[in-house]
């Protein structure tokens, strides 16, 4: 008595009406006098961040304000009696507390703990509190990085029935799905809404009462643009350009070798950016798959052109197709240097009766001619065939150029209309 003497008269009364509400309160009977009438909990909820979307364990980290208020019949008290208190903060240990719980916990990451709970002077009790939780998540990836989920975080009692325990929302569904002033808008993931839905599931003879909550985000695309797909995107166009290098210069081949190995190292290095799932590849993926093919296809077709490039002129007429091709270009050359020889022989027989030293002169000089004749013949078939290797590189990259651009019209068709649905 001498040690609450001393106490201000406030702290006295919360005092005093503390241990007048729980002197005979059993926190282990549901708080009603008459047994059949439900308790019900209203519940409300409003979404702070996504912290975290894992594909791998399909599951996502969200940080969340939680708060449940439900009527305590046994904490009911006369305001006057106690110097007008209207309302006390309690223990959470010390009364009931409904069983109500999210079914797709996975786990409760960091929460910080909330010993206490509000009590009104009607009996009203507010558990309010920040839950960090890990929750269960069907997430649909392969539109990364233009991606939306939908998870839900459904509340239930784990052993009453709605006779029970029932279930209702603090707000109303309408102001639930709009409320985004809470949420942390400058992250990676944008919140689009959070739609509610109430039904009751049979089960054991019994109705249980559900309250599901459905957080629709949608990814914000911009760093993986920049950071994934304009760079792949680079390196195709200078792949594209690469085909401009000359065929007899012997750079093009190295050229395409380095952008490979460029694209390889650039995939290797960014494996961690893209997300991992265990049962669909995501797009981003098939489209950097199908880059490093069509890569490997340009340096393939390349070393193609170049290989019949150098063969001999004596390996080309072995092949069929290429001797029909070269037959427009090697006659006539052949044909010339046969005529001018027979000249030469002609003109050498009506001269047999001329003087010796100019005899050996003129054959020299016939000769010589045969040679340079040979020679120019051997040139205008070679360059014929650099002409045709250069229309055959023109032809295969017209082709190449045609699935390149294919391909990418149904990437961005498909990404635009993820982006703007």
């Not at 009364?13 to 282990?28: A, F, K, P």
């Amino acid at each position: 008595m001498l040690l609450l003497s001393g106490m201000s008269p406030l702290f006295l009364c919360n005092y005093l009406l503390e241990r007048t509400l729980l002197r005979r309160y059993d926190c282990g009977v549901r708080p009603v006098h008459n047994w059949t009438s439900p308790t019900t909990v209203y519940i409300d909820l409003l979404l702070q961040s996504v912290l975290d979307v894992d594909g791998k364990t399909q599951s996502i980290t969200t940080s969340i304000w939680y708060r449940q208020v439900w009527r305590d019949e046994f904490l009911v008290w006369d305001p006057e009696e106690f110097d007008g208190i209207n309302e006390i903060s309690l223990s959470s240990d010390a009364i009931w507390i409904p069983d109500v719980i999210v079914t797709e916990f996975v786990e409760e990451g960091k929460s910080p703990p909330i010993p206490y709970v509000y009590v009104n002077s009607s009996g009203s009790v507010k558990n309010y509190r920040p839950i960090q939780a890990v929750l269960a998540c069907s997430l649909e990836l392969y539109a990364f990085p233009f991606d939306r989920q939908n998870c839900s975080l459904t509340f239930r009692s784990w052993l009453h029935s709605v006779r029970e325990i029932d279930l209702a929302l603090w707000r109303s569904a309408e102001a639930v799905a709009n409320d985004k002033g809470e949420f942390m808008d400058d992250g990676e993931w944008e919140l689009l809404s959070v739609p509610t839905r109430y039904w009751r599931i049979r089960q054991d003879d019994s109705d249980y009462a559900h309250i599901q909550f459905n957080v629709l985000i949608r990814r914000r695309p911009l760093l993986y643009v920049v950071g994934l797909l304009i760079p792949s995107v680079f390196l195709m166009l200078v792949d594209v350009i690469s085909f401009s290098l000359p065929l007899n210069s012997g750079t093009r081949i190295a050229f395409k070798i380095s952008i490979l190995l460029g694209y390889t190292v650039f995939r290797v290095n960014l494996t961690d950016e893209l997300p991992v799932t265990a049962v669909r590849t995501p797009l981003i993926g098939v489209f950097f798959v199908v880059c490093m093919a069509l890569l490997m296809l340009s340096l393939a077709k390349s070393i193609l052109v170049v290989k019949l490039l150098h063969h001999s002129e004596k390996e080309v007429r072995q092949m069929s197709v290429s001797a029909c091709l070269l037959d427009k270009y090697g006659s006539a050359g052949r044909g010339l240097l046969e005529n001018s020889l027979e000249e030469d022989l002609l003109s050498l027989n009506e001269i047999q009766e001329a003087p010796s030293g100019l005899e050996w002169l003129l054959r020299e000089l016939v000769s010589l001619r045969a040679a340079l004749s040979q020679e120019d013949g051997e040139s205008s078939t070679q360059a014929g065939w650099l002409e045709l290797c250069r229309r055959l590189d023109r032809l295969l990259f017209r082709l190449y150029l045609l699935v390149l651009v294919l391909y990418a019209g149904t990437l961005l068709l498909l990404w635009a209309s993820w982006s703007f649905a």
